[in-house]
């Protein structure tokens, strides 16, 4: 089968045995590599990944023990167990077995073993990062006014520090967000920003920034028409299992809104491996879970074909488990109750076989052996086979320092993605507003304390003031009356005036009025009363 990939060969029959391929025209269909520990899903892994990659077909892996990235290296027949991987090519009739390598890029979030891969806060944007953290509803409308606010202050959220330093904004200024938006409470902020901090103490820091990576840089081919092999450094990542998630579920999301529909196109634009793929699940709440069923279901569409790798195959919720047409299931170990129910939901999940008790083959399978079902040129999954899977031509095992560090200086992408670049966005914009408002409501109350102080001092100028004029009031009326009062002699004339006045009066006032009425009597002498009279009112005129 020419457009295929060949794992390996099935049960013997009258032939010598069933070779079984996965059909490129159906690979984006998803599909799923399950076994204990030992048993082979990792080989099998590379071996269709450099497959994949041989074909023209990028592929992106999660090395989550390091060993995957020895893909970029061709196997060695002084290796250890290169005898054992020859011997498996012969006996399934694979005749012309060589070691090669492969075209590979390094990535790591971490930028310790490979390029970093960062995206910024803005590109997850508030539904999916809503999703990663386990917001209610409540909480997820204020995380979507925030990012609305940004964006229409153009406020840039590039990285935790800038979506932590709005989120304080909008805590701050609660009110005026509520009036235009919606309710916003400083509880609701509060619980993002703890759950953000959970994020960053797992590496999320890391994640968040910029360069930010371009999805078309996974989907390279090299100049011999090879398909890069893009291996996540993830052995330290596996530590952060939040982060881990957050990055394969925005990964896949972003390809499904980059990507155009392509439909089942004659071979898949991108394939993934999700190694440890149980870790996307744990814990996670169902709002995630539907989210990351729902991108698998859709990004077939878009050429993506997802494939995930677990130990045990019920780790797969059963809605993601359905979108998954390809199978290679390895051996399982029936030692506990749980181990039991997963041997069960792998047999049953596979087209029956009249001539296989699957159940019983899943706990017989050895190393290098496994149970395969593949999706037909009809799209009906083919009859599972016990399949001997066949071996890698690259190395089994990891590359070293000096290796790694030489394969990523020649990478397509170097130098790209390596230098952090820290552009101004929001936490500088609005640490800078907040600075200029503190210096704002500092110099104000510098002005209102200056204004009080030259009231005061008004007031007492004023009160001074007024003083003084009481006082030169008071001066200049104790001037007045000391100006009013007569001089000694003034005093002297005024008072012989008054005696001699007095004296005259009388002896006029008693002469004339002898002189009109007349009488010689003493009554008749003092001139009666008109005689008063006039004396009186001549004592008034010398007075």
């Known amino acids: 089968m020419s457009d295929g990939i060949f794992l390996g060969l099935g ?24 076994g204990a520990t030992g048993t082979g899903k990792t080989v ?61 890029i390094f990535w790591d979030l971490y930028g310790e073993q490979g390029h970093p891969i960062r995206t910024t806060v803005s590109e997850m944007g508030p ?5 990663l953290m386990g917001l209610n509803e409540t909480q997820e409308g204020v995380l979507t006014i925030a990012f609305r606010y940004a964006d229409e202050e153009g406020l840039l959220l590039l990285d935790l520090g800038d979506l932590q330093a709005m989120l304080a904004y909008c805590a701050e200024n609660a009110d005026m967000l509520s009036a235009k938006y919606g309710n ?29 990576l371009d999805i078309h840089d996974f989907l390279g081919v090299d100049d011999k028409g090879r398909g890069y092999v893009n291996v996540l450094a993830a052995d330290k990542l596996m530590q952060s299992p939040k982060l881990y998630a957050t990055f394969l579920l925005w990964l896949l999301s972003e390809l499904f809104e980059t990507l155009p529909e392509v439909g089942d196109p004659e071979k898949p634009k991108l ?7 149980h870790l996307l699940f744990d814990d996670a709440p169902k709002a995630l879970t539907d989210k990351i069923e729902q991108v698998v279901r859709l990004i077939r569409s878009k050429g993506v074909g997802v494939y995930f790798v677990t130990q045990n195959p019920i780790d797969i919720p059963e809605d993601v488990a359905g979108q998954l047409g390809n199978r290679v299931q390895h051996a399982l170990r029936a030692f506990t109750p749980r181990d039991q129910k997963a041997i069960k939901a792998a ?18 399978l050895k190393t290098g052996e496994a149970l395969v079902s593949l999706l037909q040129e009809d799209g009906s999954p083919g009859i ?38 820290d552009r101004e966005s929001a936490e500088e914009i609005l640490a800078a507003r907040g600075q200029a408002s503190a210096a704002a409501a500092e110099a104000s109350k510098a002005q209102v304390e200056a204004d009080k102080a030259a009231a005061i001092q008004a007031k007492v100028e004023a009160k001074q003031r007024e003083q003084q004029l009481k006082e030169q009031a008071r001066q200049d009326a104790i001037a007045a009356r000391e100006a009013a009062k007569p001089s000694g002699f003034d005093k002297a004339v005024q008072s012989a005036t008054r005696a001699v006045g007095s004296s005259v009066g009388r002896q006029v006032a008693n002469e004339l009025g002898k002189a009109v009425f007349g009488g010689t009597s003493r009554k008749a002498s003092s001139g009666g009363i008109a005689g008063k009279l006039v004396r009186g009112l001549l004592g008034s005129l010398f007075k």
């Open 11 to 34: 049960a013997p029959d009258k032939d010598g045995g069933i070779p079984q391929y996965l059909n490129l025209r159906r690979a984006n269909r998803h599909g799923l590599i399950a």
């Open 44 to 104: 099998t892994l590379q071996g269709i990944a450099e497959s994949f990659s041989a074909l023209g077909v990028p592929v992106f892996v999660a090395d989550v023990k390091g060993d995957l990235s020895g893909i970029a290296m061709a196997g060695s027949p002084t290796a250890k167990n290169a005898d054992k991987l020859v011997s498996r090519a012969k006996e399934i009739g694979v005749e012309n077995y060589s070691y090669a390598d492969n075209p590979a």
């Open 127 to 131: 539904l999916l990062l809503s999703r």
């Open 184 to 212: 916003v409470t400083k509880a609701s902020v509060g619980t993002i920003q703890r759950q953000l901090l959970q994020l960053d103490s797992q590496g999320g820091a890391h994640f968040f920034g910029e360069p930010a």
């Open 271 to 277: 394939v993934f491996f999700f190694d440890e793929a």
């Open 347 to 364: 047999a049953d999940t596979f087209r029956i076989n009249p001539d296989l008790n699957v159940e019983t083959a899943i706990t017989e």
């Open 384 to 421: 599972v086979q016990r399949t001997l899977i066949a071996p890698p031509r690259s190395r089994l095992g990891p590359v070293d320092v000096k290796e790694r560090a030489i394969i990523q200086s020649i990478s397509p992408v170097a130098g790209k993605y390596d230098t952090v670049v």
